[in-house]
């Protein structure tokens, strides 16, 4: 997992989308503050329902992201065998982009109008994550950027859920 500083100092991820990739979408994530490579996401490619693997450089899997089939409006996030949280996507959408997240008994909600940039609040106003998705580029490129308490690893499964329910065909 990624080691966060001690002090209340957030954790940036840098997301970005390989250029040349076969028959599935994948990812190279990039410590922010380093620009060091230190995961990389990529979609199962034989699976019934949307599944996204979060692996270290080391090829072990740290995180499952699962969908459900139908409306792919809920992602469950899983490290090892434990379900750890739930994004959930409103199945109609009639503008913009609103979820919900559910991690280790809190709830934190985010929307965006145009869908380019994200801050998930828990209920009492205070801020799990933040995605901002940038523009003009070739490939997708987003900044993950987490704050304590949630553990780095859940904002990442949830930029990625959001990049697989939204802009996978982009």
Known sequence: MAQVNQDSRPYSFKVRERFFTFFRKSFDIFDEATDQKIYQAT???????????????????????????????????????????????????????KFTVHLAGD??????????????RNTQGVIGFTLDRKFFRIRDTY???????MDPIFGLACALAIDSKFYRDK
């Open 43 to 97: 979609r199962v490619f034989f699976s019934f329902t949307p599944t996204l693997l979060i692996k270290d450089m080391a090829g072990v899997v740290i995180a499952k992201l699962k969908s459900n089939y139908f409306f792919q409006n809920r992602w469950k996030i899983n490290m090892g065998e434990n379900l750890v949280g739930e994004i959930e996507f409103p199945i109609i959408r009639f503008c913009g982009i």
């Open 107 to 120: 709830i934190y909600e985010a929307s965006d109008i145009v869908g380019w940039n994200f801050t998930a």
């Open 143 to 149: 900044k993950v950027t987490v704050f304590q308490p």
